[in-house]
C-alpha cells in the first residue's frame, strides 16, 4: 500500500516512462546477472522492487 500510495502523490506511471538508467560501473554485469537470475529462479523470500 506505501508504494501505491508514493506512486499516486507524485503522479508516477513506469509504464509511461520515456527514458532509462543504464549503469556504466566496473561491477555492471555481474549486478545485471544477479537480477537475471531473481526472475529466472526466485527465492521463496526474494522481494524484486
Given at each position: 500500500?506505501?508504494?501505491?500510495?508514493?506512486?499516486?502523490?507524485h503522479r508516477?506511471?513506469?509504464?509511461?516512462l520515456?527514458?532509462?538508467?543504464?549503469?556504466?560501473?566496473p561491477?555492471v554485469?555481474?549486478e545485471?546477472?544477479d537480477?537475471?537470475g531473481l526472475?529466472l529462479?526466485p527465492?521463496?523470500?526474494?522481494?524484486i522492487?
Amino acid at each position: 500500500m506505501m508504494v501505491a500510495r508514493v506512486r499516486l502523490k507524485h503522479r508516477f506511471e513506469s509504464c509511461r516512462l520515456e527514458r532509462y538508467m543504464a549503469s556504466n560501473g566496473p561491477d555492471v554485469k555481474k549486478e545485471a546477472a544477479d537480477v537475471i537470475g531473481l526472475y529466472l529462479h526466485p527465492s521463496a523470500h526474494a522481494a524484486i522492487f
